[in-house]
Nanobody, 124 residues
Framework: QVLLVESGGGLVQPGQSLKLSCVAS????????MAWFRQVPGEDREFVSG????????VYQTSLNGRIRISRDNAQNTIYLQMNSLKPEDTATYYC?????????????????WGQGTQVTVSS
């Protein structure tokens, strides 16, 4: 069974940083793009960032570019999302997603595999 496990969420104050991690149980994923999405209750799941299989190409949601950085360590089956200068509007559940086709996609419908999510709350 394919398993993606996120960690690193929590409660932080505005302006602080968090680094999320996602560990994949299947090394197959590390030949293909993986991505981070986020979701607020009652709203659609939103693309945050994606990274290709080799880690050489990244895509960011335009409004977040400059505050976030995605990376991956294929030896550890892990991708990361470094988030800086966090704002209250960044509060959401953050999900890791994976697929087994090439190309970073921004639509959540194109990712068949998902983790359970990690909650990020930004509040003073």
């Amino acid at each position: 069974q394919v398993l993606l496990v996120e960690s690193g969420g929590g409660l932080v104050q505005p302006g602080q940083s968090l680094k999320l991690s996602c560990v994949a149980s299947d090394r197959t994923f590390f030949r293909y793009p993986m991505a981070w999405f986020r979701q607020v209750p009652g709203e659609d799941r939103e693309f945050v960032s994606g990274i290709n299989g080799s880690g050489t190409s990244q895509v960011y949601q335009t409004s977040l570019n400059g505050r976030i950085r995605i990376s991956r360590d294929n030896a550890q089956n892990t991708i990361y999302l470094q988030m800086n200068s966090l704002k209250p509007e960044d509060t959401a559940t953050y999900y890791c997603a994976a697929k087994t086709t090439v190309g970073i996609e921004i639509s959540p419908d194109l990712y068949p595999f998902w983790g359970q999510g990690t909650q990020v709350t930004v509040s003073s």
